[in-house]
C-alpha cells in the first residue's frame, strides 16, 4: 500500500490511527496517535499529492470513462514518470479503486490513460470479493479517501469459464484454483437463469455481486457510499478493442 519509507512518516499516520481504533488501544495511545494523524490528515488535505484527483464520485466516474475512451481511440496522453515519481514520494490520493481480474490481458492504468497515484488496483482471478481484497479497498476508502471504486470484469474470463465448467459439467481444479472457482459459483447459478451465453451473463452476474458484495460485506464502504462520498460502479472490458462497458 505504500514503501517503507512513507510508511514511517506522515502517509500511514491515518491508517495508524485506524488500527489503534481498532485495536482498543489505551486512551493515551490513541490520544498520541490521533494528534500525529490529525496533523498529517491536515497536511494531507491541505495539500494531496496530486490535487487534480480530490474530485467527487461522480467525477471520477467520469475520468474513468473518459480514460477508457482515449485508450480505445489510441489518444492516450503523454505521462510524466520522473515528474510524478517526485510528487508521489509523500503520499497518494487516486481518484479510482479498481476490483479486477489477474489476467495479464486486462491492465487498469492503461485502460484508463492513467498514471501513477492515479488508481489504487486490487486484482484477482476472477474479481471477486475476499477478505484481502476487501481490506485493501478499505484502506482506499477510509484512508486515502478514493471517492469511486470500479468492479471490472472482463470477456473470456479463465476463471469465470472454469466455474461455468464446473457447475454444468463438475468439472474440479487442483490446489487453490477450487477455492477460486467455488467463490464464483454463487453468481454462475444466479447466471443460469439469464438468457444467452452462461460465460457472458456469469461474468455480468460476478460484477454485479461484487458490487453488492462491497458494500454488504464492509461498513466502512457502506457508510462511505452512504454519505456520498463513495459510489461503486461495474464494468466489462472487452478484450478485441479495449472497450470498457458500464453497467447500469
Ligand atoms: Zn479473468
Request: proline share 4%; hydrophobic share 45%.
Amino acid at each position: 500500500m505504500c514503501d517503507s519509507k512513507a510508511c514511517m512518516t506522515g502517509a500511514a499516520a491515518p491508517a495508524r490511527r485506524l488500527f489503534l481504533r481498532a485495536a482498543g488501544a489505551s486512551a493515551v495511545a490513541v490520544g498520541a496517535g490521533l494528534l500525529s494523524a490529525s496533523v498529517a490528515d491536515a497536511a494531507q488535505a491541505a495539500a494531496p499529492p496530486k490535487p487534480q484527483n480530490a474530485i467527487s464520485p461522480d467525477a471520477a466516474l467520469k475520468r474513468l470513462r473518459a480514460g477508457n475512451a482515449r485508450y480505445v481511440s489510441g489518444a492516450t496522453k503523454l505521462h510524466d514518470f520522473a515528474h510524478e515519481r517526485e510528487a508521489l514520494s509523500g503520499g497518494q490520493n487516486p481518484y479510482a479503486a479498481i476490483l479486477g481480474c489477474a489476467d495479464s490481458r486486462i491492465a487498469p492504468e492503461y485502460a484508463f490513460d492513467s498514471a501513477r497515484g492515479d488508481l489504487f488496483v486490487t486484482r484477482v482471478a476472477g474479481n471477486f470479493v475476499n477478505d484481502d481484497v476487501l481490506g485493501s479497498l478499505e484502506y482506499a476508502v477510509a484512508v486515502l479517501k478514493t471517492p469511486a471504486i470500479l468492479v471490472l470484469g472482463h470477456e473470456k474470463c479463465g476463471a469465470v469459464d472454469a466455474a461455468v465448467k464446473a457447475a454444468t459439467a463438475g468439472a474440479t481444479y487442483p490446489g487453490m484454483i477450487q477455492s477460486l472457482v467455488t467463490s464464483l459459483l454463487p453468481s454462475v447459478e444466479k447466471a443460469k437463469a439469464a438468457k444467452g451465453k452462461l460465460v457472458e451473463a456469469a461474468t455480468v452476474q460476478n460484477v454485479l455481486d461484487s458490487m453488492a458484495n462491497l458494500r454488504s460485506r464492509s461498513a466502512i464502504i457502506e457508510e462511505a457510499v452512504k454519505a456520498g462520498k463513495l459510489k461503486i460502479a461495474g464494468g466489462v472490458y472487452r478484450l478485441s478493442t479495449g472497450k470498457v462497458d458500464f453497467l447500469g
